[in-house]
Structure formats: C-alpha cells, structure tokens
C-alpha cells in the first residue's frame, strides 16, 4: 500500500516536498516511482528511484529541479521540487514496482497512491 501526501498551493518558483510511505513491503525490494497527471491528459513519469537507490529521470524536463530520495527506516520516498512551474500543477501518484526500474508511462507498476494535488499558481 502507498500513500502520498505533501501536495498544496504553492507560488512558482517555490517549492514542495511531496512523501510516499510504503506499507506491506521494504524498500530493499520495491521501485517507487513518482508520476503525474493533469485531467484530460496523458500520465506523465517524473523521477523513480529503484529498490537498490539509484534514481532516474523519467521526463527531462525534471531535471536540476526535482529530487527524489528514500529513508528505508521510514519505508518513505520523497520527491523535492523546486523552482516549480505554472506547468508542473498536476496530480501526483507514487507507484511501487518489485521490478528494477519504472518505465516513463507507468505502464507494469504493481501498486498505485491516491494522488495528492499540486497547483502552482500565483
């Protein structure tokens, strides 16, 4: 089971830290990957991070501004965003895997959050 949380009204340029705890299964075994969706849109990856801590970019245009990391004592992953854009307001789902790495459309990910909504908005 995955919950995330951390989601709110923040100004662009301005920055959030969103959390996923995982229940049911360690970190040592499981992917967690962060994705995001805007209604109406395709699900768009953002960053994953892999059971054995190496963290990839789903969607480049993420990079230099997000972060994800993990506190496997927490059994929580992390996505730190920063320098955020009027853009990146979306719905945001962590998703677990017991596979090596997250593929960019979500698509073979076991275990899916409910999302926790993130406007960036002035």
């Known amino acids: 089971q995955l919950q995330a949380s951390g989601g709110g009204l923040v100004q662009p340029g301005g920055s959030l830290k969103l959390s996923c705890v995982v229940s049911?299964?360690?970190?040592?075994?499981?992917?967690i990957g962060w994705f995001r969706q805007v209604p109406g849109k395709v699900r768009e990856g953002v960053m994953c991070?892999?059971?054995?801590?190496?963290?990839?970019y789903l969607t480049d245009s993420m990079k230099g501004r997000f972060a994800i990391s993990r506190d496997n004592a927490k059994n929580t992953v992390y996505l730190q965003m920063d320098s955020l854009k009027l853009e990146d307001t979306a719905v945001y789902y962590c998703?677990?895997?017991?596979?090596?790495?997250?593929?960019?459309?979500?698509?073979?990910?076991?275990?899916w959050g409910k999302g926790t909504l993130v406007t960036v908005s002035s």
């Open positions: 049911g299964i360690s970190l040592d075994y499981y992917s």
């Open positions: 998703a677990g895997t017991d596979g090596s790495s997250c593929r960019p459309d979500g698509v073979g990910m076991a275990s």
């Open positions: 991070i892999s059971s054995r801590g190496i963290s990839t």
